[in-house]
């Protein structure tokens, strides 16, 4: 199993620019979680999907930030227009089913938006 | 008042220490309770789940005190590789699950 996949795994943008952040879950895992880590404010949940439907979108900071999921295996977090508050790390998460037994985690996309 | 609370720590430990974590939750509906571990620069990775029979893996014991809503994990026999940080997660119904803060770990030689 590879694993939650994403990228890129760092990226680094101007100001005003759009972002993408790419996720594939483990297959078979219906629920997809996009998270953000800062130092200040530790991990956030942005957004969850089950069954390629978001679910709660309200901790998604601003309109800036959009996420969708056209299928079972692919994601993707979209910034737009990207700001410097945003630089941190963003990990996407998979589970089957609610996330009972746990999640996994991609190794993170590593923002920096100057 | 956070919903999952922990010390941040550091905790600093000499190799051989025994070493425990405590972790507070507000929701007494959570229902699934967690540790995760997180190396510097890395992704969370789930170390056990938590249960109120208690749960041990090799040198780690995990406990679980719904009466009181905390959770603890003792580490045995601390390892320089046991340096992280430990993250306490309560997974509350649906799909809300609450990550707390982290508690650092510094094992030393």
């Known amino acids: 199993d590879a694993g939650v996949i994403q990228s890129p795994r760092h990226e680094v943008t101007e100001m005003g620019q759009e972002v993408t952040l790419r996720c594939k879950p483990i297959?078979?895992?219906?629920?997809l979680f996009w998270y953000r880590q800062t130092m200040m404010r530790g991990l956030e949940l942005l957004i969850y999907f089950n069954n390629n439907v978001p679910i709660d979108d309200s901790g998604m900071p601003e309109d800036r930030f959009s996420a969708k999921m056209p299928n079972a295996s692919f994601s993707t977090l979209k910034i737009q227009p990207s700001e410097p508050r945003d630089s941190a790390v963003y990990f996407c998460a998979s589970s089957p089913g609610e996330g009972r037994g746990g999640y996994t985690f991609g190794s993170g996309t590593r923002l920096t938006v100057v | 008042r956070k919903e999952v609370e922990q010390d941040p720590g550091p905790f600093n430990v000499p190799e051989g220490a025994t070493v425990a974590f405590n972790c507070t939750y507000s929701n007494s509906a959570s229902q699934s309770f967690f540790w995760y571990r997180q190396d510097c620069r890395k992704e969370p990775k789930l170390l056990m789940s938590v249960y109120s029979s208690g749960n041990e893996d090799g040198r780690f014991t995990a406990q679980l005190n719904r009466a009181s809503q905390y959770i603890s994990l003792l580490i045995r026999d601390s390892k320089l590789s046991d340096s992280a940080t430990y993250l306490c997660?309560?997974?509350?119904?649906?799909?809300?699950?609450?990550f707390g803060a982290g508690t650092r770990l510094f094992v030393k030689a």
């Open positions: 297959s078979g895992h219906n629920s």
């Open positions: 997660v309560a997974h509350t119904g649906g799909f809300k699950t609450i």
